[in-house]
């Protein structure tokens, strides 16, 4: 074997090393690397469990009502742990929506450690005023009380509900606060032993209606009349109004 060839393995089998040795070192980097990383992330893993939720932002909708305020909100949210790994939303959330206020409520931790809660207020659709009490009735029928900071301009309800009509009038209610026209028309509501009886926000007659009847129609007769009256400048040209026949109205 020539001293050529002998040079030429030598240097072959040196490089065969070299390439060895940068593998091993670049398979030891790589593993510092990930060894590091798992323990840093452990370690500020552990140090976000052990942070303390800083400040509550509270943020209610529609914010042109104020049936409960940011203060109050914030008192209803009871922390036991308050490190932020250890807080439960959904608890809050269900513990939030318990209050007659409040008819939803999300809350959620933000990159900054604040815990935000977003609440929506309840929808009333009429304010009742009975012998006894005086209350609100939401889209559900269901009774809320008056607040200290708010009152809601609403449809107004003279009268005492008795149980067998009072799926009835929520109907009516709820007819009247998902039309525009009604809503804007439409201030009280009147019952009485003769009958339920509307007042409206121009007009200064009584218009008496029949739960029993197609509200559909006589409401079509009102809005008919209702316009016709104030358009021709007749507000106070009857006393009484009744919607309750088929085809007509009779006005008196």
């Known amino acids: 074997m020539s001293l050529c060839t002998l040079c030429g393995l030598k240097q072959s089998k040196i490089e065969n090393l070299k390439s060895e040795m940068k593998n091993t070192i670049l398979i030891i980097a790589t593993l510092s690397i990930c060894l590091i990383t798992i323990v840093l992330g452990s370690y500020f893993d552990a140090l ?9 932002q509270v943020h209610i909708y529609p914010m042109v009502k104020t049936f409960i305020m940011p203060d109050e ?5 009871k922390i036991k742990d308050s490190t932020s790994k250890n807080i439960d939303v959904i608890d809050l959330e269900k513990s939030l929506e318990q209050n007659d206020y409040i008819r939803n409520a999300e809350v959620y931790k933000d990159l900054n450690g604040h815990l ?3 609440v929506d207020q309840f929808h009333p659709i009429a304010r009742i005023f009975s012998p006894t009490s005086s209350y609100y009735l939401d889209e559900n029928g269901v009774r809320k009380p008056l607040s200290e900071h708010y009152t809601e301009k609403v ?12 799926n009835k009038i929520i109907n009516l209610i709820k007819k009247i606060d998902q039309d ?6 439409v201030s009280e509501i009147h019952i009485k032993d003769n009958g339920i009886w509307l007042r409206t926000s121009q007009l200064s007659a009584d218009i ?6 197609n509200l559909s129609d006589q409401f079509y007769k009102l809005k008919a009349i209702y316009t016709y009256l104030v358009k021709r400048q ?8 009744d919607l309750r026949f088929e085809n007509q109205a009779v006005c008196k």
């Open 48 to 56: 976000a469990g052990k942070e303390k939720m800083q400040t509550t």
């Open 73 to 77: 909100v914030t008192k209803l949210i």
């Open 116 to 118: 935000v809660a977003e």
């Open 155 to 166: 449809v107004l309800v003279y009268g005492a509900i008795n149980s067998g009509q009072k």
């Open 180 to 185: 525009k026209f009604l809503n804007d028309i």
């Open 208 to 213: 008496k209606i029949d739960l029993k009847e």
């Open 234 to 241: 007749l507000k106070n040209k009857y006393r009484q109004i």
